[in-house]
């Protein structure tokens, strides 16, 4: 009744907790296609971004113009006690 159990009944228990769970195959295939994609688009966008001649800015004319106003369409002009007073020469 009070016999000692043999220690061949606990080992595979304790082996098959130190042993990690195989990961599915398809799982890790589909992984590593997604992380030759990522590493092919960021390629692609790199040789992209340093290829491409970017279009020329527009600049403005200076000196610049007072703006106008139409007062066909009712549209009022600044009063002259509001304009800056450095005024262009």
Known sequence: ??????ANLARPAATRRLRPEPVPRGLLVRTFVFGVAA????AWALLRHYSLTPAPMIVPVLPRTAP???????????PEWFESPHKAP
């Not at 590493?39 to 960021?42: E, P, Q, R, V």
């Not at 106008?68 to 600044?78: F, L, Q």
């Open 39 to 42: 590493i092919l688009g960021a």
């Open 68 to 78: 106008t106003y139409d007062a066909d369409a009712g549209e009022i002009p600044v």
């Open 1 to 6: 009744m009070f016999a000692r159990k043999p």
